[in-house]
């Protein structure tokens, strides 16, 4: 197995060297005397290609051209310099968030950025553009400017300082009542457990409970907090873990519309905005624990009325989106949820004891998996 060191070397040889293809490809435009021009997948869930056997959203072949003009002089200068700046901090080891690249555009002259929002543009673009290289922002060398979830349980991280190579070991069960917060860059990481699956959790309220009470230590698992939609740092790290180590991942959220076809379906396939990169950060082997229409009734469940943003997203995703309408028992679920009208809490498990979702509701639901919804 390559060392963190080797791998990494890898990857920012092909970064640079895609960098250098396409600006290779521009000079030859130039030289033909042909409008230079850069290509980029359209980001929607109209672009995309769903294949349960692959696991993810893919990307289609829908193309945005951006083409040198005079209207598109200062995006496509800008889309270079950003560019250039990717390649810098690559071969000086170093990195900038969105933030960081937005204020580095100041010295860029007329192709500076005046918002950030313009900034963010370009640099999903390149990152787009990318991608079909199979080069991830994180590699480019561009962060999110926040961290992933946090990590209770039965897990070993080895951390490698990618500049002396000395490795930290970090026992995720000694925290005491606190977590190992996912770092923003995880590619160099590596793990050990024994666990038997990881627990993604949408709240922070719900991990700090089955944390606190160590149910990763009755339940043999690994605790994550996804704290609602997951980061990408987060996505990341649970797909590593999970193929690293082999494991099963199940999610624990909200038994609402934006819970199941948000924060769910992100962590499982992804989602249309992000199909260009889908296949590094979604996590296939992830199924639905809870919370389930089926579980409302079951287990009496509180409740609050659907909003009309919730029945709207429910009837989108089951028109539109090609995760649900490949998956017949989610198609059932949220018509089911539609019909009741209704959407429960995970803490909505609280009426029947504070600790009733680590004492019944979990075991319960862990020794029937075959049952989750997929």
Same mark, same amino acid.
């Given at each position: ?52 056997? %692959?696991?993810?959203?893919? +990307?289609?072949? $829908?193309?945005?051209?951006?083409? @040198? ?7 496509? *200068? ?69 961290h992933g979830g946090a990590v209770a349980g039965e897990l070993i991280v080895y951390d490698t300082d990618l500049e002396t190579g000395k ?28 666990? %038997?699956?990881?627990?993604? +959790?949408?709240? $922070?309220?719900?991990?700090?409970? @089955? ?7 009755? *339940? ?146 862990l020794r029937n998996p075959r049952a989750f919804l997929p």
């Amino acid at each position: 197995m390559k060392s963190p060191q080797a791998r990494k070397a890898k990857l920012d040889r092909v970064t640079v060297e895609a960098i250098r293809g396409v600006a290779a490809t521009i000079q030859q435009r130039i030289d033909r005397h042909t409008r230079p021009e850069v290509a980029f997948p359209i980001r929607s869930l109209g672009n995309v290609r769903y294949d349960p056997k %692959k696991g993810w959203f893919e +990307i289609g072949r $829908g193309k945005s051209v951006r083409t @040198l003009s005079v209207t598109t002089a200062k995006t496509f *200068a800008q889309t270079l310099k950003m560019m250039a700046l990717s390649k810098e901090l690559v071969e000086t080891n170093d990195f900038a968030t969105k933030r960081d690249a937005y204020y580095q555009s100041k010295n860029w002259g007329d192709a500076r950025f005046d918002e950030q929002t313009e900034s963010d543009m370009v640099m999903d673009d390149v990152e787009a553009m990318f991608s079909v290289h199979g080069v991830s922002r994180e590699q480019l060398r561009f962060i999110p400017d926040e961290h992933g979830g946090a990590v209770a349980g039965e897990l070993i991280v080895y951390d490698t300082d990618l500049e002396t190579g000395k490795v930290e070991r970090i026992d995720c069960t000694r925290f005491g009542s606190g977590a190992y917060s996912i770092p923003s860059l995880v590619e160099h990481l590596t793990f050990e457990t024994k666990a %038997k699956f990881i627990l993604c +959790i949408e709240t $922070g309220g719900m991990f700090q409970r @089955l944390q606190s009470h160590k149910f990763w230590q009755r *339940a043999r698992c690994i605790l994550v907090s996804m704290a609602g939609v997951p980061t990408r740092a987060t996505r990341r790290f649970v797909r590593r873990l999970s193929d690293s180590c082999d494991l099963p991942v199940y999610a624990f959220v909200d038994c609402d519309p934006y819970g199941i076809s948000n924060i769910y379906r992100t962590l499982k396939v992804g989602s249309g905005n992000a199909a260009h990169i889908n296949r590094f950060f979604c996590v296939p082997r992830a199924s639905f624990l809870g919370v389930t229409p089926q579980d409302i009734v079951d287990h009496k469940l509180p409740t609050h009325p659907l909003k009309d943003v919730d029945v709207k997203r429910a009837k989108d995703a089951l028109k539109n989106d090609p995760f649900f309408r490949i998956h017949e028992p989610w198609a059932r679920a949220l018509e089911s949820l539609i019909r009741m009208g209704v959407r429960a809490e995970q803490q909505a498990l609280a009426r029947w004891g504070l600790n009733y979702v680590i004492d019944e509701y979990l075991p319960g639901k862990l020794r029937n998996p075959r049952a989750f919804l997929p």
